[in-house]
């Protein structure tokens, strides 16, 4: 009965609403009396007090029509597309009338004056009636279409059909604007610019660099980086989106697809922990772009640049046919029933501790689960990750030891940030803008420990060593008082800082200097202050809650006489820490660094081709649907799982995605409640279990520091060309990745 | 009276252009046409081309007995069309009065030194095939000697 997702996202969701605060900043709770009454064509809307017109007429139902707003922006106001007439109360009529009486030789002609009113910066006020439609504001919204060289997804060209009219009546002269080298990504025709200054604002406030700008004035007005810069943000490619006009659009896109062509198949990314909602366009069984979706819990409507970039790799270097490695030791390309016998025998041989697994970055929920199930049933346990997570003390199995608590929303109302060893800007792209957003609007105050990197915006460097993590757990750091003083704290650990020899005693470490903070700030018990920010894998933490240990430890102990590689590309266990003859399988979708060093590829799917669950850092569970069918010979992963457990005698007890769907909901329940955050608990509980150890005098540094780094971490971005050019860009200067336009 | 002897006047003289009554027959169901010429002149690959302007109007002016072999093919019983190469093809269609013989043809690069004829139905067909780029590329495994 708990499985009907109805029945159990109501009952999850009463639970949630008695403990949990709400996660809603956007609109707090306000004294009903704030509320204004406006009239929109003559029908009453009742809204807050400081909202503009031009929500006041969206939540009336009607769209202002309008190029520079944008919601998720600062107002600029500088399009004049929305301009509304306002009638509004007469007080000032009766006022004259009488003036006219007492000084009769004066004439007042009271015509109430129509000026114009931009709805997207005037704030409401009582008793306006707010014409949409009049003929003063359809004489307003003047568009004159200049551009014949219009993108033909243009909010331009759409808003100039149904505003616009429909003769020219242009005498001047038309001008062209030259086009910007802005990177390998964006793509620049600057004379469709309407200087909407919504990619400046966007650079500006969201991404936090401060390249993009205005140049000249009037006519001569142009938007670019004034010298010749390439765009450097990993939030780059949102421009693409937020720019009504083609002025900013995809340059591994363009030309390849027009939209009214392609399927769109909602998903999520795995390239990163986060977890963003991806769409997935696709055209003739390729992807031929990925755009996001919107989702004010993860991502609100942006993506990184490797979430949308990188599907080119998905092409390249892709595992079509089972291989097997022949006596010469060349892997050669062998049919199905080949390969699977052969894993099959090899399985039959072997119990117990023999036979070890290790599960990679992009596996899912599915799969994971089948080889557990397979592997438990040849009595081993010996399945591993190969992120290492500190074993000691309570581990992985409190939920809130490896967890972002907070969840990512929650970021918004906190008011001190505390980063250990992390750089979110390139390891969680998304986490490092919502803490951006909380830093400009919210007034949220972040300190670091670890190297001191450029987060796009300013934050307390405390410093690199572990000794500062010691002095705030103690009290005795300067920055403790700043710590207790908070009154909703957010301590956030990096995972690759717990895969250090120390990392036990920098989780528990951690661990202390978040209790300390709570009970200091008195905040009430459901607001959680220790988070765990996992950087580039996205089983990690599906795999922990499957019960999969952290870490190849267990395997360098006991080398197995099998191996079994889930997409295992982070090269943890080579050929050298394994026994002479001993058997590797690899199963995955792309030749990186595990299929090289195996007997027996199976060949898998990638995230589009299979119906996976993911989960996030946050410890949300998601699916991806199937975009694309897997290439050549290659299926999805649980089903090859299935197959070998057939042959080998095990066999599962499923046979759809539905019954392994309910065998992961009876391990582990929340990996079927989908996009809800299951919360932990217990973290006194894990504290008190933490082990005293010594920190290791080494600096905390994370490993991706610079913009170089981010763009090529699995295998799926390093098989991309795409990210290629932008590592070269990066390194070596936007001149360095140009290429002759073809338009 | 005068017809009858015609008639046989000019069988006679067919009899004796074909190389008597054997070569009438051959002639007969090869060509399927008795009908006899000036020899005009003989390509490399054999095929023989005659014209009698006399006595056929335009379009049966001009014809060509086909050879019994080409480019390996017996083509005693299968001739085709395109085994007349470009220079005499040119005169057996009238579009010039001139024959190759008086006129040869300007070498031109295009032009094959051995005139291929129409090789559709047999193994050598052209099958079309597509010139775009791979949708996937396969990952290419690395050799085992270089590891």
Redesign the interface.
């Known amino acids: 009965m708990l499985r009907l997702p109805t029945v159990g996202r109501a009952l999850a969701g009463a639970a949630k609403g008695s403990l949990a605060p709400s996660n809603t900043v956007r609109t707090p709770v306000r004294a009903a009396s704030n509320m204004v009454e406006v009239f929109v064509d003559g029908k009453p809307v009742e809204v807050e007090a400081g909202t503009t017109v031009l929500q006041a007429c969206e939540k009336a139902g009607i769209q202002i029509p309008r190029f520079c707003y944008h919601e998720r922006l600062s107002v600029a106001g500088n399009c004049r597309m929305c301009l509304v007439e306002i009638e509004r109360a007469p007080k000032v009529r009766t006022w004259l009338i009488s003036r006219h009486i007492a000084f009769h030789c004066l004439i007042f002609v009271c015509v109430p004056c129509f000026q114009p009113v931009a709805a997207c910066a005037m704030p409401v006020m009582k008793g306006w009636n707010i014409l949409t439609n009049s003929e003063k504001t359809r004489k307003a919204r003047i568009v004159i279409f200049l551009n014949s060289n219009h993108h033909p997804l243009c909010h331009f060209q759409d808003q100039s059909m149904q505003f616009g009219s429909d003769r020219s009546r242009f005498t001047e002269g038309k001008r062209a604007v030259e086009d910007k080298n802005i990177g390998p990504l964006i793509k620049t025709i600057m004379t469709r610019c309407i200087q909407c200054t919504r990619c400046v604002r966007f650079a500006s406030e969201i991404a936090g660099v401060e390249d993009l700008g205005t140049t000249g004035r009037g006519n001569n007005l142009q938007i670019g980086t004034y010298v010749e810069k390439m765009f450097m943000s990993e939030l780059s490619g949102n421009v693409i989106d937020v720019c009504p006009v083609g002025a900013l659009t995809s340059k591994p896109y363009a030309f390849t697809a027009r939209p009214w062509e392609t399927r769109k198949t909602e998903s999520i990314d795995v390239l990163d922990a986060v977890g963003s909602n991806i769409i997935v366009s696709t055209r003739g069984?390729?992807v031929m772009r990925v755009m996001p979706r919107l989702n004010e819990d993860i991502n609100e409507e942006w993506i990184s640049d490797k979430t949308r970039f990188a599907y080119d790799g998905l092409?390249?270097?892709?595992?079509?046919?089972p291989?097997v490695k022949d006596e010469?030791?060349?892997?050669t390309p062998t049919t199905w029933e080949d390969a699977l016998t052969r894993v099959a025998g090899a399985l039959q041989g072997v119990q117990g501790n023999e036979v070890a697994a290790i599960a990679g970055g992009m596996a899912d929920a599915e799969s994971l689960v089948s080889l557990k199930d397979l592997l438990n049933r040849l009595d081993s346990e010996s399945l591993c990750t190969e992120e290492l997570f500190p074993t000691d003390g309570a581990g992985t199995d409190l939920r809130s030891n490896y967890l972002l608590n907070s969840r990512i929303v929650g970021i918004e109302e906190s008011d001190l940030l505390l980063l250990i060893g992390t750089n979110p800007r390139y390891e969680a792209p998304l986490f490092n803008a919502r803490i951006r957003k909380s830093w400009l609007h919210n007034e949220l105050r972040v300190a670091m420990v670890g190297h001191n990197v450029d987060l796009s915006y300013t934050y307390d460097h405390l410093g690199e060593d572990t000794s500062v993590l010691k002095e705030l757990a103690d009290g005795t750091h300067p920055f403790c008082e700043v710590l207790s003083a908070a009154k909703r704290p957010v301590v956030v650990v990096g995972s690759s800082a717990l895969q250090r020899d120390d990392g036990a005693a920098i989780l528990s470490t951690v661990s202390t200097i978040a209790q300390n903070a709570r009970t200091s700030s008195g905040v009430e018990e459901g607001w959680k202050v220790l988070n765990v920010l996992h950087s580039r894998v996205a089983s990690q933490v599906a795999a922990l809650d499957l019960g999969y240990k952290a870490g190849v430890d267990a395997i360098r102990k006991n080398p197995p006489k099998v191996l079994f590689l889930l997409g295992a590309d982070a090269g943890c266990i080579t050929r050298a820490d394994l026994p002479q003859n001993s058997l590797v399988i690899y199963q995955g979708h792309?030749?990186d660094v595990g299929?090289?060093m195996a007997d027996i590829i199976l060949p898998g799917a990638a995230y589009t081709e299979k119906n996976a669950t993911y989960v996030n850092t946050e410890g949300r569970s998601q699916h991806t649907k199937v975009a694309v069918t897997a290439?050549?010979m290659a299926r999805e992963d649980w089903k090859i799982i299935r197959a070998v457990s057939e042959l080998a005698g095990v066999t599962l007890p499923y046979d759809s995605l539905d019954e392994v769907r309910s065998r992961l909901a009876e391990v582990s329940p929340n990996l079927v409640r989908y996009d809800d955050v299951e919360e932990a608990n217990f973290f006194k509980q894990a504290n008190d279990l933490t082990v005293n150890q010594d920190l290791i005098a080494a600096p905390l540094v994370p490993p991706q520091i610079s913009a170089k780094d981010f763009y090529m971490t699995d295998s799926i971005s390093r098989a991309s060309q795409t990210m290629a050019k932008c590592v070269k860009a990066v390194t070596e200067g936007a001149a360095a990745v140009e290429e002759p336009s073809i338009c | 009276m005068a017809e009858y002897a015609n008639l046989v006047r000019r069988a006679l003289g067919q009899l004796r252009g074909h190389a008597g009554v054997k070569g009438f027959l051959l002639q007969l169901f090869r060509v399927n046409d008795v009908k006899v010429g000036s020899l005009i002149g003989v390509d490399k690959y054999g095929n023989k081309y005659y014209e009698d302007k006399k006595h056929y109007f335009f379009g049966r002016h001009r014809w060509v007995i086909y050879t019994t072999e080409m480019n390996g093919k017996n083509t005693l019983w299968e001739v085709d069309g395109s085994m007349v190469p470009a220079e005499w093809h040119r005169w057996l269609h009238c579009m010039t009065e001139d024959p190759p013989t008086t006129h040869p043809p300007e070498p031109k690069k295009f032009l094959a030194e051995v005139h291929q004829f129409n090789v559709s139905g047999s193994p050598q067909q052209y099958v079309p095939y597509p010139t775009t780029r791979k949708?996937?590329?396969?990952?290419?495994?690395?050799?085992?000697g270089a590891?």
């Open positions: 069984g390729e092409k390249r270097q892709r595992l079509t046919q291989m010469s030791g060349q892997l792309h030749g299929a090289p290439p050549g | 949708k996937i590329h396969e990952w290419v495994p690395p050799k085992a590891q």
